[in-house]
């Protein structure tokens, strides 16, 4: 199977601006998750989503959003870009089938840089 | 709420030497634990996986960890270190049915020749 893929690899915004990054699953995973990764914070969970329903959500402004298609791929949104939004943005995947818990595979992130 | 502790942000060991790499978690319930690693620029890849039954788990690459309920601890260890384990290695602790991790700040590891 084709591993987690996030596109784009690399970006660089200005302050304000908004950004789309884009995460597909490993064929078959129906629950994709984001993490944003910083040096200062380490790696905080952003939310959930689950059949195209966000099912968690962490402690970040509302200006972090996303959505899952019904094909599973998921996006999130970050608007009016902000300094501290410079971070590596991972998406991990598992297959939620509702029995044993699961292990969460993830992509090789998004680079945002923030100018 | 739950929590992840390394204690040792930098560990640096000599190629061939043995590795053990500290994790305390705090949480309610049982825990689900893992390990996971990241090289430069790369996302992170599962080293293994506590959910229960045996508490010393065996990896990939020659990596076990041991669940000490008693110590909420989940230590990783490798007998005999490679240069190609340099990298930052993450623990984390799931909520039911692992849904969200809470991770540790991470630990870089440095190996000398």
């Known amino acids: 199977k084709a591993g987690v893929t996030q596109t784009p690899r690399y970006l660089i915004k200005t302050r304000g601006q908004q950004v789309t990054l884009s995460c597909s699953p490993i064929?078959?995973?129906?629950?994709v998750s984001w993490y944003q990764q910083t040096p200062g914070q380490g790696l905080q969970f952003l939310f959930e989503y689950f059949s195209e329903t966000q099912r968690n959500k962490g402690n970040f402004p509302g200006r972090f959003s996303g959505r899952q298609f019904s094909n599973s791929r998921s996006e999130m949104n970050v608007s009016t870009l902000e300094l501290g939004d410079s971070a590596l943005y991972l998406c991990?995947?598992?297959?939620?089938?509702?029995?044993?818990?699961?292990?969460?595979?993830f992509g090789p992130g998004t680079r945002l840089l923030v100018l | 709420a739950q929590s992840v502790t390394q204690p040792d942000i930098h560990i640096t060991v000599s190629e061939g030497a043995s590795l053990e790499l500290r994790c305390n978690y705090s949480?309610?319930?049982?825990?689900?634990l893992f390990w996971y690693v990241q090289s430069p620029g790369q996302g992170l890849q599962l080293l293994l996986k506590?959910?229960?039954?045996?508490?010393l788990v065996q990896g990939i690459k020659g990596f076990e960890a041991e669940f000490k309920r008693s110590q909420s601890s989940f230590n990783l260890r490798k007998p005999s270190v490679h240069w190609s384990d340099a990298a930052e290695y993450f623990c984390a602790v799931g909520d039911r049915g692992a849904q969200k991790l809470v991770f540790g700040q991470g630990t870089r590891l440095t190996i000398n020749p």
């Open positions: 949480y309610g319930a049982t825990p689900y």
């Open positions: 991990a995947t598992r297959n939620a089938g509702g029995g044993p818990p699961e292990t969460q595979y």
């Open positions: 064929s078959g995973h129906r629950s």
């Open positions: 506590y959910f229960s039954g045996d508490t």
